[in-house]
């Protein structure tokens, strides 16, 4: 790789609020027109070292030089020359595009013939010109993502810092940032420091440092720490046994670091130096096929993090089977959704078994979340027909949802509360009362391990905890069905995994599970995918065959992000890929 100028030089940096040590003895190079990311788990200290960069904070210890000014002694300097977009994008939701621009504008003193001039060109950029008027708040996700990055290049940057742009955004939008950060570091040498929770994004940079506690793990390519695991990644083909069961069984094997369902087969990451006896009896057991397959960078991030969290989940091993009168869990029929003059869903039509993952994928704004609000009685649908456990939400809505469970976007846990008294009021919304109430909080209480949070407000948790939290108030009564809205956003793949453990195990216990997911290889995990778009399901079938249908004579089968994108653009081209299905 050909030298580039040093943009950003990290020394000895350290930081530290009050007895917490965020940052230790820290030291990196970041290089111009490079694309350079920033992972690790949650609390390792990706944002904090971003404010730092951004001159936001003062370090504690150690110094950043940026574009050779001293982020502590030369800050005043660094606003013309550096552009931060925080998580969630830090934009004012009641003003519209063009007035979010004029704000930052004015905060970075630009002058209005400059600005209009930037506006121009960051619209045309951005591809936002004819949203101007629209209110911030009223954006997609992808769009909001825009129109962060058009208020962090206001000032024509140098340097870019973007905290967890992707979070929440669809694959279509994340595939737009990508052209937009490609231009800026090709062609015109800006250095892009991207901040990511999707390992697969990490893999797309051309370095990366990799934080864990305040500390720098690795620091390099991507393929540098991929290239460790070259014979360490296999994968179980098709095994006969239930794919969730092998993959918990794998998880505990003390050889495995890491596993993952993938389509119909069963991915595994094997302990550097281990043996094979114990995966090869597990392989013949279950009638799969054993194959080498090339390693991925999240393979590597967690085995460098010591592995996974392991194949057992406590909250599935703590409840009771699940029975249902009825074969199928939820059905959809001609449901649809009008705000006013707009259409949310359009005619949606699919049918969920018991004991089924069944995942709901689609652009921001496709209607993915109108239909869960409708299947759990949140929403009233302006036609059709929703019916829960054998129960129409309509003509029974109490005893439909009381066989429900829902984890909505952002959690929606209630922040003048506290932790216990979320709990509590989950429980007590559930029809929970007396000993019952008291047990299954405290089993709660010590599934997710909230004991030393329990007066702390939600909106001071760790995201990783805020997701445990929500979790727990959704499964307290232990309901038959489980909806699950974007519930993993924005948390690092090891909480993923423990996300996951928890869901596979209670589906193996006969709970039904409905979950929408920007990540896509969480969308493997599901048994099938209806994907949404302008309103409607445009396929409807398992992620294997979503796949192969995607995929291009002569050309290997495509990743499930390829092949929602090959989907929505043959919608967009006025040739559906193929017709939605209502059953398997």
Same mark, same amino acid.
């Given at each position: ?42 609390? %390792?200290?990706?944002? @904090? ?90 954006? =997609? ?75 720098? @793990? ?12 070259? !014979? ?40 550097? !130096? ?5 995966? %090869? ?19 590597? &991030? ?20 699940? @029975? ?19 259409? %949310? ?12 993952? &069944? ?12 239909? &869960? ?8 649908? =302006?036609?059709?027909? %929703? ?37 509590? &009021? ?90 929408? @997911? ?67």
């Amino acid at each position: 790789m050909t030298a580039s100028p040093v943009a950003i030089e990290i020394s000895n940096l350290s930081k530290r609020f009050g007895q917490t040590e965020a940052l230790r003895d820290i030291g990196a190079v970041i290089h111009a027109g490079r694309l350079t990311g920033l992972v690790g788990p949650d609390g %390792a200290g990706k944002t @904090t070292l971003m404010r730092l960069m951004a001159g936001l904070m003062h370090p504690c210890a150690g110094a950043i030089q940026v574009l050779g000014l001293d982020t502590v002694r030369q800050a005043e300097y660094l606003p013309e020359k550096v552009g931060y977009m925080p998580q969630r994008f830090g934009l004012y939701e009641d003003l519209s595009v063009l007035e979010n621009l004029r704000l930052y504008a004015r905060l970075r003193g630009l002058a209005d013939r400059a600005a209009r001039d930037s506006f121009d060109r960051l619209l045309d950029f951005t591809r936002l010109g004819p949203f101007t008027e629209r209110l911030a708040g009223r954006l =997609s996700g992808g769009m909001k993502q825009k129109l962060g990055l058009a208020c962090a290049l206001l000032s024509g940057p140098s340097v870019l810092l973007l905290d967890e742009p992707g979070v929440g955004v669809d694959p279509v939008s994340r595939q737009d940032l990508w052209r937009m950060v490609n231009a800026l570091t090709v062609e015109q040498g800006v250095a892009v420091v991207w901040a990511t929770a999707y390992l697969d994004e990490a893999e797309r940079c051309e370095s990366v440092i990799l934080l864990n506690e305040g500390r720098v @793990t690795f620091d390099g390519p991507p393929g540098q720490l991929t290239a460790r695991l070259a !014979d360490r990644s296999l994968c179980l083909v098709e095994p006969r046994q239930d794919r969730r069961l092998v993959l918990a069984r794998a998880l505990n094997l003390p050889e495995v670091c890491d596993g993952v369902i993938q389509g119909d087969s069963v991915r595994v990451v094997l302990r550097q !130096d281990a043996g094979r006896e114990a995966l %090869a009896a597990l392989v013949a057991e279950s009638g799969a096929r054993l194959t080498r397959v090339a390693p991925r960078f999240e393979d590597g &991030f967690i085995d460098l993090l010591g592995g996974g969290p392991g194949g057992t989940s406590v909250l599935a091993e703590r409840m009771n089977p699940v @029975t249902l009168d009825c074969e199928l869990a939820v059905e959809c029929r001609d449901l649809t959704r009008r705000f006013g003059d707009f259409l %949310a869903t359009d005619g949606v039509d699919f049918e969920v078994r018991q004991g089924e993952i &069944f995942g709901l994928l689609g652009p921001n704004g496709a209607g993915k979340s109108t239909t &869960f609000k409708m299947l759990c009685g949140l929403l009233r649908p =302006s036609a059709g027909v %929703a019916r829960v456990a054998g129960f129409n939400l309509a003509a029974a809505p109490s005893r439909a949802k009381s066989q429900l469970g829902y984890m909505a976007q952002k959690f929606s846990l209630y922040g003048l509360l506290s932790v216990q008294q979320n709990l509590e &009021f989950s429980a007590g919304v559930y029809g929970l009362t007396g000993a019952v109430k008291r047990d299954r909080i405290a089993e709660m209480v010590d599934i997710f391990h909230l004991g030393i949070y329990l007066k702390e407000s939600p909106e001071s948790l760790p995201l990783g905890y805020k997701q445990r939290l929500a979790l727990a108030c959704a499964v307290i009564h232990e309901p038959a069905v489980l909806f699950l809205d974007e519930p993993t956003s924005g948390v690092d793949p090891l909480t993923r995994r423990e996300f996951w453990n928890h869901i596979n195990g209670l589906v193996r216990k006969g709970v039904t599970v409905l979950v929408t @997911t920007h990540f896509m290889d969480e969308a493997e995990y599901c048994d099938r995918v209806a994907l949404m778009y302008q309103a409607r399901v445009i396929a409807l079938d398992t992620p294997d065959a979503l796949k192969r249908n995607a995929a291009v004579d002569g050309c290997e089968t495509p990743s499930m992000e390829q092949a929602f994108i090959h989907l929505i653009e043959a919608v967009d081209a006025g040739q559906a890929g193929m017709p939605a299905r209502t059953a398997a």
